[in-house]
């Protein structure tokens, strides 16, 4: 069993930052993707950012250069810096990774309860 536990949301005003944070735990041998989502009231979830085990990441067209992905693998973390915020970034966000629990294991996909992220004045 792997689990993700995320931190780090709350209320900001529009222009404000938070740090989001997720850490994982449990059976991992190694992670493959790991990253955010969002889902905002009454719409679908989407991808917010993502980073590979290699290094490469992918961010949303809506939050490319306001956020920031940042990852630790060796303490299995990763960081959401959201600077810039604004109404619609309010969402629940999601952790996301992927991740087997031995070399040539399957590699299954893990999400995070959700937290919070509310941008109003």
């Known amino acids: 069993q792997v689990q993700l536990v995320e931190s780090g949301g709350g209320l900001v005003q529009p222009g404000g930052s938070l740090r989001l944070s997720c850490a994982a735990s449990g059976s991992i041998f190694s992670i493959n993707d790991m990253g955010w989502y969002r889902q905002a009231p009454g719409k679908e979830r989407e991808l917010v950012a993502i980073s590979t085990n290699v290094g490469s990441t992918n961010y949303a067209d809506s939050v490319k250069g306001r956020f920031t992905i940042a990852r630790d693998n060796a303490k299995k973390l990763v960081y959401l810096q959201m600077n810039s915020l604004k109404p619609d970034d309010t969402a629940v966000y999601y952790c996301?990774?992927?991740?087997?629990?031995?070399?040539?294991?399957?590699?299954?996909?893990?999400w995070g309860q959700g937290t919070q992220v509310t941008v109003s004045s």
């Open positions: 996301y990774a992927e991740t087997r629990s031995a070399r040539y294991d399957i590699v299954k996909s893990t």
